[in-house]
């Protein structure tokens, strides 16, 4: 019985330590390191590249895509090829390989989001990506929690059945 009184509040301040690390952790801005410091504001506000020519997918596909590393090489092979970013996607491209990006936005196994569907319903990306063209290194600015999707499509009347994001 001594053993209950001594595990019991031990679980407790543990289980609370937990939750409240985990509520810090939510509400920090998430910007992963990524393996090339790729810098949207140079593509996007200073060369006015659309989303769309890099995330080829996002108009036509429940995924929007990374570009592989060809589509780079393309602009690369001429533009700034003396950068150390470019240098570093030159390795990539001589080594065949593509380069492993880190997702910046991650949804749970249990949510199925489609592109295409948001695409056509003339959701711009930076609703959910925020200000992507003036961002040095891509980061999380919506929590992209089922509370915030569903403010999203009660504002703009669309479906807020379960299976319209859980199939």
């Known amino acids: 019985m001594k053993a209950a009184w001594i595990i019991i509040p031990i679980v407790l301040v543990g289980g609370l330590l937990a939750v409240s690390a985990w509520l810090v952790q939510a509400d920090e801005i998430y910007a992963p390191e990524q393996p090339i410091d790729f810098d949207h504001k140079v593509h996007v506000s200073d060369y006015s590249l659309d989303c769309l020519y890099c995330h080829t997918?996002?108009?036509r596909?429940?995924?929007?895509?990374?570009?592989a590393v060809e589509r780079c090489m393309g602009c690369h092979l001429?533009?700034?090829a003396d950068k150390p970013g470019v240098q570093k996607l030159q390795e990539y491209w001589q080594n065949e390989a593509p380069v492993p990006w880190v997702k910046v936005h991650v949804l749970p196994r249990f949510v199925h989001f489609n592109h295409e569907a948001h695409f056509r319903a003339d959701v711009a990306c930076r609703e959910c990506h925020g200000q992507v063209e003036s961002m040095a290194r891509v980061a999380r600015v919506a929590s992209l929690e089922m509370g915030w999707c569903l403010e999203c499509h009660r504002a703009r009347e669309a479906s807020v059945d379960c299976l319209a994001c859980h199939y």
């Open 57 to 59: 997918y996002a108009s």
């Open 78 to 80: 001429l533009i700034a």
């Open 61 to 67: 596909s429940p995924f929007a895509g990374v570009p």
